[in-house]
């Protein structure tokens, strides 16, 4: 994967200033050290940060077509190029690369505004065509690849990720208090809001079209869907009565997405958890390869959090050679400031510094690409909150919603920090109540909990619900375990698994991750079939692809219960606290931010460091973390002076102030 940048004038007259460009390129170093491109001409400017991992010799940026008439920045893979390319070159086409980047401009020649709906893999691209003087921006389908934007006059500034657009000068960094909200109600950043006023992140599945106008005004940014999840309607799903014939069709498409995932001018390795996702394609990776996939794993120390033994079990069943990672608590508390610097946004989960940490160890033994299993759990309802809901839906007899009712009383009962009405208005913008409803209820105690009355009264009634992209007259139509599902594909999944434990963590330290869960074909397959394959009775999680496991690994590796990867939440910074966590928590660096109130924070921050963290429960405790690692966002990206941090601590390369580009004058 690589990374890309830009600027457009929408007018498209303006030369855009390469000085800016350059700037805006070098924030994301990172995520291209092998390479840089750049393509500047009147109306925009392209720029692309290359991480050399196909057509290792000829594959820099641009790449244009025969005749130069169409360009392309991207970032990604698509993984059956080789495939396309034949079908390209027998309809003509002439190829000058051996990079998978090249067959964009090709497929945009046959297809025009319809080429996005053709690639098959993880994208981020800006393309452009001269002759009808259009410019794209597209995201893949479910959001492996990030890719966010801002506008601001008549430019505009896009990026992979959000310290480009600041390092342009031309976009201020302010905080979005909306922005902030959705991070402690999802724990995730899964909309078009960041936590950045005025920057938009582009959806998954969907594209930004700016057509430049004759009359040489500003033209508009017109964002266009292309792609979604989709489900059968209830009762009209496929189970077939025979499980075998079910379970071939999925090991067949799941075999062809590890295959294509294996491709690659470098090695492939694998991470390894002690779940049945990521063992089963570090098996079938290996069984295709002919050879056991080295694999990487997390130490997490502690009870019912360390799943070394589980993953060195199947790693020497399969014949992988194990890499074992410790992270304790102290190795992740002196991590979160480059996970912070790397995510642009406050992170709450804190096993994203143990994955930052891993994804450092896979980079510094040489190797730029993994494999991994996420996605699964999306699919086959892995999570513990499928199965609590489930046990309500018996409660719907004749067609009636009287789960949603006994689920907002539990709520209420729960945390009554909402009212009857506004959980009822929740479950309305969401079609009805969902299987994670609950437990974003409960994270979000920590918003009513530390939020200040200032930041209270700035979000007004605002619910950050109401950002989540969804047609709920179509999702109505579904089973309610295929809702849930939709649902953690388009919240969980691309706000978190994707972003702050995907590829920001592994793009920090210049690793691609694949997720063969997420290929195109083995969503569709899976998304028609009936909810009993994928969550049978209320125990029996991941029924087709633990079945389909059984055949590649041991009964116990592919049996195993579902188990959460975590690591020890506020505990791992307020035990014995580093020196730059007393200054992001203390009385004045919370004065001075302003989101949280200071007394209530602080009570529950010092009980903690006093050894009483049992008096706090574990909601509250993922809040603390949300307020730590909110004030540490704000030191690294809006001005600093909360605390000192080693000097070996990443910054963003963000020049701030010029507000408009020297180019606009």
């Not at 090249?102 to 001269?130: C, R, S």
């Not at 590890?258 to 690659?264: G, M, Q, S």
């Not at 919603?401 to 929740?426: C, E, G, V, W, Y």
Request: hydrophobic share 40%; net charge neutral.
């Amino acid at each position: 994967m690589c990374g890309i940048a830009g600027l457009i004038d929408l007018t498209g007259k303006r030369q855009p200033d390469a000085g800016m460009l350059q700037k805006m390129a070098d924030a994301i170093w990172h995520r291209g050290p092998d390479a840089d491109g750049y393509l500047v001409r009147p109306g925009f400017g392209f720029a692309n940060r290359r991480l050399s991992i196909i057509g290792l010799g000829d594959g820099s940026q641009p790449i244009f077509n025969e005749d130069g008439t169409i360009a392309v920045v991207y970032n990604g893979e698509l993984f059956d190029y080789p495939e396309r390319k034949a079908e390209l070159e027998a309809k003509g086409h002439v190829f000058r690369t051996h990079t998978d980047t090249e067959i964009i401009v090709h497929l945009y020649e046959e297809y025009g505004e319809g080429v996005f709906e053709h690639l098959k893999g993880q994208f981020a691209i800006a393309l452009v065509d001269f002759t009808k003087r259009t410019i794209f921006l597209a995201r893949d389908r479910v959001g492996i690849c990030p890719l966010h934007w801002s506008r601001q006059g008549d430019w505009m500034f896009f990026g992979s990720e959000i310290k480009a657009i600041l390092a342009s000068g031309a976009v201020a960094a302010t905080a979005d208090p909306r922005g902030l909200d959705q991070l402690f109600t999802f724990f995730a950043m899964g909309t078009r809001r960041t936590m950045f006023e005025g920057v938009q992140s582009l959806l998954p599945g969907h594209y930004l079209k700016i057509a430049f106008r004759r009359d040489g005004k500003a033209t508009e940014i017109v964002e266009r869907r292309y792609w979604d999840f989709d489900f059968p309607d209830a009762g009209s799903e496929e189970n077939p009565r025979n499980i075998e014939t079910a379970i071939d069709e999925f090991e067949a498409r799941f075999r062809r997405a590890v295959e294509i995932r294996l491709r690659a001018d470098v090695p492939v390795v694998g991470y390894l958890s002690g779940g049945v996702d990521s063992a089963y394609v570090l098996a079938t990776a290996s069984k295709l390869r002919g050879s056991p996939v080295p694999s990487f794993t997390i130490q997490v120390p502690g009870k019912g959090l360390d799943e070394t033994t589980d993953a060195l079990f199947t790693a020497r069943a399969i014949g992988s050679l194990p890499t074992i990672l410790r992270s304790d608590s102290t190795v992740i508390a002196n991590t979160y400031p480059q996970l912070i610097a790397s995510a642009d946004c406050p992170v709450i989960d804190t096993s994203c510094a143990a994955l930052w940490r891993l994804s450092q160890e896979v980079h510094d033994q040489g190797y730029k690409v993994a494999l991994t299993g996420e996605g699964s759990d999306e699919a086959f309802a892995g999570y513990i909150w499928f199965k609590l809901r489930k046990l309500s839906y018996f409660m719907d007899v004749g067609g009636t919603n009287a789960s949603d009712t006994l689920n907002r009383m539990f709520r209420r009962r729960m945390s009554p920090h909402m009212s009857h009405a506004q959980l009822k208005r929740i479950d309305g913008m969401m079609g009805r109540a969902h299987a994670q409803t609950l437990i974003y209820h409960l994270v979000s105690q920590s918003r009513d909990r530390y939020f200040s009355a200032a930041m209270k009264d700035r979000l007004g009634d605002y619910v950050a619900y109401e950002d989540v992209p969804i047609e709920t007259e179509r999702v109505r139509r579904w089973s309610p375990l295929n809702q849930s599902l939709y649902y953690g594909y388009k919240i969980h999944l691309a706000g978190l698994l994707l972003n702050h434990k995907g590829d920001r963590v592994a793009m920090a330290n210049s690793v691609e991750t694949r997720y063969p869960f997420l290929d195109e074909d083995v969503i569709d397959y899976v998304s028609k079939l009936h909810p009993s394959l994928k969550l049978r009775g209320l125990t029996r999680d991941k029924y087709l692809l633990r079945q389909a496991a059984a055949r590649l690994l041991p009964k116990e590796a592919a049996f195993r219960k579902k188990g959460m990867f975590r690591a020890p939440l506020a505990e791992s910074f307020f035990v014995d606290p580093p020196e730059y966590v007393r200054g992001l928590m203390s009385r004045e660096s919370l004065n001075r931010t302003g989101y949280f109130d200071t007394d209530t924070v602080l009570r529950d921050y010092e009980a903690i460091s006093r050894g009483e963290g049992s008096k706090i429960n574990v909601f509250l405790k993922m809040g603390l973390t949300g307020v730590l690692s909110t004030q540490l966002w704000h030191h690294l990206y809006l001005g600093g002076g909360l605390c000192e941090l080693p000097e070996s601590s990443p910054r963003p390369a963000v020049e701030r102030p010029a507000a408009v580009p020297s180019a606009a004058a």
